[in-house]
């Protein structure tokens, strides 16, 4: 038996693995001891590995579309066909070429999404898309604002914990475990969330907030924390920008406005922000994506920088902290693009903000382009890694781009929703079928380790890896000079030279991975901040500038976006995408283990609301909103607040993403709003 050690890519965290194999077959998968993140443990997704390689749904060839039927054809046949097309729209005007590459790419770390991007800024098209448009992103970008750099929660060693729009037993199985760990040892726990998650049910305060008013509630704990001086004097005097205006700004809302708003009594508003100030260190660890999906999204990220900074927890180990990043090699070519993305001219912090580079567009500006031609015409898609008909906003306006495109090509290993749309398919490896680098594991965790993702098996059939795709059209595109390498070991080699690794040594001598820094605490006061004022931004004179709203006025989603009327017809909150731990977005919903445990989706809802619309356990409801309907069983339960409605993204079945809107909501981001679509609901069949 050997055993080959690579890391887990079946959600967004990358827990080391170790593969068992035997006679080139992987007989089962097991935690890896040694790694910094997981210790030791996998998740159920992570264990079902083998399956999910071994999936009699895979598709091994490529396929070309001839009218309704499919036509197996060869590699080279099916690469010409793409690059014919490429070398004809080209001719016309490059930005015609959109790519839109999902969590499974990002996942594959800066040698694939630098590599697959670096093709389109030699062939000079600036429109890369991906799920960052509505997820995670806008936590940079609000972060980077305030503090001029990105830092991570550091739970591991806090003494106070809010865990704010987040439900990680589900999402984030490394961090619920830190949390179980420090809770362990004391550390206070407090969880902000409309529903009673596992953490929630663990903590000592759960507030169960009205979904989309958090930048209320954030306000409410910041006027408590401003108006009985729980702040840091010190460091705010020293260290921050626009103290004076803030605190005129707090004085603007009274803390029983606030309740009303949040549905969380002010004592319980005053209570968080007391024991947030008087345990330190303290952090708060934002849920990667539901603060997001609201109009006030940045300015959530923005309020959350705020809170750590009036409390001095910024630098400090267990407060916000920043662990030094892995100098690799950067594929990018930015340099060489005749234009910025679409949607970057309305949002341009979602391209670029101060001296850091996003490098991408907002994908919801995708929509118009390709059914209006506004401001011009995308004609071909390449869409890899990603399910968009499932996972993107207002699926009837998803599936109508998707079948008015000129030229569709879908890289997946399986035949999805999106994918029957194709006019060609090509399929890829697993992630146990290719190698790639695995270098954000300080942004995401704070822990500064990089490792590689192993090439454990020989690929299934035909499949191929998305870069020795590109490789082989940028071969054929004549991108010589750009594309020098032969193998995708020798891009890997290329990306890692400055960190004095190679391939080699992290596949001999290094297979677990290893450390490549520090975290660094305190560096501000050598440094000063990386924002104009070189102090931490709690006004921004930049947002000022451009027209948003530099402190962070708290808006509600519905009544902002919808007014008085549409909230009267549509009378019910829904809130969508929460996770649970047997699936990741669209997939793994045809691994049979998975399937038994969960065979079906459903929208929770509270007792009380039940009632309101005789509904029982168990029963089919229709839910409703303005761009759709759904038919899904609904479960009944006291473990989310009335008046709201809960659905999982992902689902063909019940495709919650047939009700949500694909306009832009945020002003500053242009992310979608998912969190807080007004809806209706009724009894049905
Ligand atoms: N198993 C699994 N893990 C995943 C994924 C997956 O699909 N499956 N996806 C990965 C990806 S790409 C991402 S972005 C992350 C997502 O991770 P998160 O965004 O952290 O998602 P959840 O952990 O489900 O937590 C969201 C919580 O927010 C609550 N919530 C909903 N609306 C609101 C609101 O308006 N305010 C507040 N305060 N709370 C609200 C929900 O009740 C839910 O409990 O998970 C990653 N991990
Ligand atoms: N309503 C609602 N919608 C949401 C969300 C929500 O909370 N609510 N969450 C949003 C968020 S945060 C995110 S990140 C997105 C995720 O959106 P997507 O990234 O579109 O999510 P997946 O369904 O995981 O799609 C991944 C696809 O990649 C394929 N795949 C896996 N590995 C590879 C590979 O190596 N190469 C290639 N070519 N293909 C591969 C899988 O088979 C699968 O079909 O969903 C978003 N959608
Ligand atoms: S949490 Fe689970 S699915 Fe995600 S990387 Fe770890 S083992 Fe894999
Ligand atoms: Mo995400």
Request: with cysteine; charged share 25%.
């Amino acid at each position: 038996m050997e055993i080959v050690k690579t890391a887990c890519e079946l959600c967004a965290w990358s827990c080391g693995m170790n593969v068992h194999i035997k006679n080139g077959k992987i007989e089962r998968v097991s935690g890896m001891k040694e790694h910094p993140l997981n210790r030791g443990r996998l998740c159920p997704k992570g264990s079902i590995s083998p399956d999910y390689v071994y999936s009699r749904d895979r598709i091994t060839h490529p396929m070309v579309r001839e009218g309704d039927r499919w036509k197996k054809i060869d590699w080279d046949d099916a690469t010409d066909l793409f690059v014919e097309n490429l070398r004809e729209i080209r001719e016309i005007d490059p930005r015609s070429f959109a790519t839109i590459i999902g969590m499974p790419i990002l996942l594959g770390g800066s040698s694939t999404v630098g590599f697959i991007r670096r093709f389109m800024d030699v062939f000079g098209s600036p429109n890369c898309f991906s799920p960052e448009s509505m997820c995670y992103r806008h936590e940079i970008i609000g972060y980077i604002l305030t503090l001029g750099k990105f830092p991570v929660a550091d739970p591991e060693n806090s003494n106070c914990i809010v865990v704010w729009a987040h439900n990680p037993h589900a999402s984030k199985p490394p961090l619920a475990w830190m949390i179980e760990r420090a809770r362990k040892r004391g550390a206070t726990l407090i969880v902000i969330d409309p529903r009673k998650t596992r953490v929630a049910e663990m903590a000592d305060i759960h507030a169960p907030v009205k979904p989309g008013s958090d930048t209320y509630l954030a306000v409410g704990m910041m006027k408590v924390i401003v108006e009985e001086e729980l702040y840091d004097r010190e460091f705010v005097t020293k260290f921050c920008h626009g103290f004076d205006r803030l605190e005129e700004f707090v004085s603007q809302y009274s803390l029983a406005e606030i309740a009303e708003k949040t549905w969380i009594h002010e004592d319980t508003i005053a209570e968080i922000a007391r024991e947030f100030t008087k345990t330190k260190p303290a952090c708060i660890v934002q849920g990667v994506n539901a603060l997001d999906q609201v109009p006030t999204g940045i300015q959530n990220a923005r309020s959350i920088a705020i809170i750590h900074a009036l409390t001095g927890n910024v630098d400090v180990k267990g407060g916000f902290v920043r662990a030094s990043r892995v100098h690799t090699r950067n594929l990018r070519l930015h340099e060489l693009l005749p234009d910025i993305p679409l949607g970057i001219e309305k949002h341009p912090f979602f391209y670029q903000i101060w001296q850091t580079h996003l490098g991408e567009g907002q994908g919801m500006y995708l929509y118009d382009a390709i059914l209006k031609g506004d401001p011009y015409q995308i004609k071909t898609l390449f869409i890899a890694g990603s399910n968009p008909l499932l996972t993107w906003p207002e699926s009837g306006r998803t599936a109508e781009m998707l079948k008015k495109v000129d030229f569709l090509v879908v890289m997946d290993m399986f035949m999805t929703e999106t994918a029957k749309h194709a006019d060609l398919f090509l399929p890829a490896t697993t992630f146990l079928e290719r190698l790639e680098l695995v270098d954000y594991y300080s942004v995401i965790f704070g822990i500064p380790y990089m490792m590689l993702r192993k090439k454990a098996i020989e690929p299934i059939g035909q499949a191929k890896s998305d870069v020795d795709f590109w490789l082989e059209v940028a071969r054929k595109m004549g991108y010589h000079e750009q594309f020098p390498w032969k193998s995708v070991e020798d891009v890997v080699n290329w990306v890692l030279e400055p960190t004095g690794y190679s391939v080699e040594d992290l596949t001999e001598k290094n297979p677990s991975g290893v450390w490549t820094g520090e975290v660094r605490y305190g560096e501000y006061m050598q440094r000063g901040f990386r924002t104009p004022s070189g102090r931490i931004e709690l006004y921004s004179d930049t947002l000022a500038e451009m027209g948003y709203d530099p402190l962070p006025v708290p808006k509600d989603p519905v009544q902002e976006i919808y007014g008085e009327e549409e909230s009267r017809e549509y009378p019910v909150i829904l809130t969508t995408g929460a996770r649970n731990v047997y699936f990741t977005h669209s997939q793994l919903r045809n691994v049979e283990k998975m399937r038994k445990i969960l065979p079906e989706p459903y929208a929770e809802i509270n007792p009380e609301t039940a009632r309101k619309y005789g509904i029982e356990d168990g029963e089919y409801i229709s839910v409703s909103t303005k761009y759709g309907s759904i038919r899904i069983r609904a479960k009944v339960t006291d473990g989310i607040v009335p008046d709201v409605i809960n659905i999982p993204h992902g689902w063909k079945e019940a495709n919650v993403n047939a009700l949500t809107p694909s306009r832009p909501a945020d002003p500053i981001s242009g992310c979608p709003l998912l969190k807080s679509v007004p809806a209706r609901i009724s009894k049905t069949s």
